[in-house]
């Protein structure tokens, strides 16, 4: 058998500190999973059930800390936001995962920046259609590179953060998630069948706001990584 077009390449990533690559399945994140950040959306920030969007794989971003990474301005928007997150890297799947047994399916974890049209993805919303134009747009995942478990743990706690040009702007715990990382893929895994490979972004801290051509972008997990950008 062969295929009648050239197959795509693999969205992969870094794995920290050796030359191995992480291969990417899919890309889900939760919306809406810290409280300030849910009040500065307009949102009442009470426990809902946690709901999902997803990017595409072939949407990151390479953008470690060294990897003078470059972010392109996208086309259609004039309001594109950052969003720091926590990014949890699964070496395994399933259905209908219990809690108790979520972490096992964890590899990983890495810095993620969920990069958003915040205009467009206004203006789907009150139509009621799809946020992906304003979400799964090329480059639109910027990712530092994997930090296995078998070294960092698994977090429960640590400063997340990122600041433009110097000045932070997002400053916050990973503690501070509405939805905890256990209840966060026990409850995806009843709607989707989750593979080894998926990533879940788990949500962003209060501070989001706009860049513009020039801006450079730093931000951190404690514990796990950095990542660095520049808007282009």
């Known amino acids: 058998m062969a295929y009648v077009i050239p197959q795509c390449p693999v969205p992969a990533v870094a794995v920290n500190g050796t030359k191995d690559r992480f291969p990417v ?20 920030p009470d426990r809902e059930l946690p709901f999902f969007f997803q990017k595409f794989p072939d949407n990151i971003l390479p953008s470690g800390p060294k990897d003078n990474a470059k972010f392109p301005y996208p086309p259609l928007s004039k309001n594109v936001h950052h969003e720091i997150e926590l990014v949890a890297a699964l070496g395994a799947g399933g259905s209908d995962v219990s809690e108790k047994k979520a972490m096992d399916l964890v ?27 304003g979400k799964a747009f090329e480059h639109s995942a910027p990712m ?15 400063h997340i953060w990122l600041s433009v040009n110097g000045k932070i702007r997002q400053d916050g715990d990973i ?14 895994s009843t709607q989707f069948e989750l593979k080894a490979g998926d ?5 962003t801290p209060a501070g989001v706001g706009a860049v513009e051509k020039g801006d450079i972008l730093e931000g951190g997990v404690d514990g796990v990584g950095e990542i660095k950008l520049v808007v282009v």
């Open 25 to 44: 399945h899919r890309l889900y994140c939760v919306g809406r999973n810290y409280a300030e950040h849910s009040r500065e959306m307009g949102h009442d």
């Open 107 to 133: 590899w990983g974890y890495a810095v993620g920046i969920d990069m958003t049209r915040r205009d467009l993805q206004g203006e789907v919303k009150k139509a009621g259609k799809p946020w992906d134009i």
């Open 144 to 158: 530092g590179p994997v930090c296995p478990a078998s070294v960092v743990g698994h977090p429960k706690s640590g």
């Open 175 to 188: 503690k501070q998630m509405i939805w905890k990382l256990p209840e966060i893929i026990a409850h995806l």
């Open 199 to 203: 990533l879940i972004f788990t949500g």
